[in-house]
């Protein structure tokens, strides 16, 4: 499956890579997954960064708009990273419109640390040379290459 969710800060704050072309089936998949981390979540907001650097399709708005995990009430700030395809853009900006989602978008991953890091004190420092290695360990590992 072309997306895989990691936690940055353990219930807090997940990292979400998007590569290749996603299905709807998939999309399904990732919802149900997606769903299950924000019940377990012992904060009351689960913030998420979606980094799209490699990503090259995802399902159409229609899809889109059936993901569950967008309406629940844990979900913080929607971060999404490297989004270069304007209508890429316009669906996720759309999707995120239509579910009320707290929303921005970055150039980079780092800058997406440094907004949350802003807006909500209770996460642990994120511009620090161990969440750089946790991320990198994570990017090396969804697409074998160092990031």
Do not use: C
């Not at 708005?61 to 989004?83: T, Y």
């Not at 316009?90 to 150039?107: D, E, G, P, W, Y």
């Amino acid at each position: 499956m072309p997306i895989r969710i990691d936690f940055l800060v353990d219930q807090h704050l997940s990292y979400t890579s998007v590569w290749d072309t996603m299905t709807t089936e998939q999309l399904r998949a990732y919802d149900v997954q997606a769903m299950k981390l924000l019940d377990a979540s012992s904060y009351p907001l689960l913030h998420t960064i979606y980094d799209y650097t490699h990503a090259k399709s995802i399902p159409p708005l229609r899809e889109m708009l059936n993901l569950k995990a967008g309406k629940h009430p844990k979900v913080g700030w929607v971060v999404f990273v490297n989004v270069q395809d304007i209508m890429l853009r316009f669906i996720l900006s759309s999707t995120a419109q239509l579910f009320r989602l707290r929303l921005r978008m970055m150039n980079s991953v780092d800058e997406a640390l440094e907004f949350l890091q802003s807006v909500d004190s209770t996460l642990p420092n994120l511009t620090g040379s161990e969440m750089k290695q946790k991320l990198r360990t994570i990017q090396e590992s969804v697409h074998g290459i160092p990031a």
